[in-house]
């Protein structure tokens, strides 16, 4: 699982490229059929092999206005997923959504029957790659630094569905506190926490609170005073889980 977790996590940290450096970049990876989705600021990937068609989306973008409303408009509402979801990060979706699905439909009448199709992002990617995943019943999500999406019904109807969702967390990444859990938002997936020294751990409640103040206080004699935002960099992510997944 690592392994692949590690190649979602480049992936997500691609998208975030120019096409042409996307196109480089994958070509090395020996991933040559993708592709580009782009409407009114929210951008994803289609990449498909014999195995696998991954929907990668591209997060949050500090400079693109679009980004920053979707993850304003933090009020519940019922979209095309089953409970209530974050309206900016469902109306965001909804922009590209029927084109992915029907590029998903032309791509998986040329394929393995047995092909898995795996939904993953990063920030508001992630938050898309889950909604996504819901709609189009995905086999696996990996998400990196995701927001909260949906409120418990929500939450309820991804477990039902047996979607698999493995939701990365590096140490004190500001972002998946957000929403506040007070506006009934909760966390969906199979929580793989990554602590202060680098390695992944399923840990209680209290050890998670023990380690991520370890983080702040290794910040903040480093003289690192946004600890939260540096964590939240896919980069970390990918570099941090590379490393665990060769160790393992």
Same mark, same amino acid.
């Not at 977790?5 to 996307?22: G, K, N, P």
């Not at 498909?48 to 009020?75: S, V, Y």
């Not at 029957?113 to 189009?136: M, Q």
């Given at each position: 699982?690592?392994?692949?977790?590690?190649?979602?996590?480049?992936?997500?940290?691609?998208?975030?490229?120019?096409?042409?450096?996307? %196109?480089? !970049?994958l070509l090395k990876l020996?991933?040559?059929?993708?592709?580009?989705?782009? /409407?009114?600021? +929210?951008?994803?990937?289609?990449? &498909?092999?014999?195995?696998?068609?991954?929907?990668?989306?591209?997060? /949050?973008?500090? $400079?693109?206005?679009? $980004?920053?409303?979707?993850?304003?408009?933090?009020?519940?509402?019922r979209s095309r997923e089953?409970?209530?979801? *974050?309206?900016?990060?469902?109306?965001?979706?909804?922009?590209?959504?029927?084109?992915?699905?029907?590029?998903?439909?032309?791509?998986? %009448?040329?394929?393995?029957?047995?092909? #898995?199709?795996?939904?993953?992002?990063?920030?508001?990617?992630?938050?898309?790659?889950?909604?996504?995943?819901?709609?189009?019943?995905?086999?696996?999500?990996? /998400?990196?630094?995701?927001?909260?999406?949906?409120?418990?019904?929500?939450?309820?109807?991804m477990n039902n569905d047996?979607?698999? *969702?493995?939701?990365?967390?590096?140490?004190?990444?500001?972002?998946?506190?957000?929403?506040?859990?007070?506006?009934?938002?909760? *966390?969906?997936? $199979?929580?793989?926490?990554?602590?202060?020294?680098?390695?992944? #751990? !399923?840990? +209680?409640?209290?050890?998670? /609170?023990?380690? !991520?103040?370890?983080? #702040?206080?290794?910040?903040?004699?480093?003289?690192?005073?946004? $600890?939260?935002?540096?964590? &939240?960099?896919?980069?970390?992510?990918?570099?941090?889980?590379?490393?665990?997944?060769?160790?393992?």
């Open positions: 699982m690592l392994a692949k977790a590690a190649r979602m996590a480049l992936l997500s940290s691609i998208v975030y490229e120019d096409q042409d450096s996307i %196109n480089n !970049k020996g991933l040559k059929d993708w592709s580009w989705f782009d /409407t009114d600021g +929210t951008q994803a990937i289609l990449i &498909h092999t014999q195995e696998e068609i991954i929907i990668c989306f591209r997060g /949050t973008e500090p $400079d693109k206005m679009t $980004d920053i409303l979707a993850d304003l408009k933090a009020w519940p509402k089953r409970g209530l979801v *974050h309206f900016g990060f469902a109306q965001a979706l909804d922009k590209v959504y029927d084109k992915i699905n029907e590029r998903l439909e032309q791509v998986s %009448n040329n394929v393995s029957e047995d092909v #898995r199709v795996i939904c993953t992002g990063h920030s508001l990617g992630a938050a898309l790659a889950t909604l996504c995943a819901s709609r189009i019943d995905a086999h696996e999500v990996y /998400t990196f630094g995701s927001p909260r999406v949906g409120t418990r019904s929500f939450v309820k109807e047996g979607i698999k *969702h493995y939701r990365f967390v590096n140490n004190n990444d500001v972002v998946t506190s957000v929403p506040l859990a007070l506006m009934a938002y909760r *966390h969906q997936g $199979d929580l793989c926490y990554i602590n202060h020294y680098g390695n992944i #751990r !399923k840990m +209680t409640l209290w050890q998670r /609170t023990k380690d !991520k103040f370890r983080g #702040r206080l290794a910040a903040w004699k480093n003289k690192q005073p946004f $600890d939260g935002v540096r964590d &939240h960099d896919i980069n970390a992510y990918y570099k941090k889980i590379k490393n665990v997944s060769i160790q393992s």
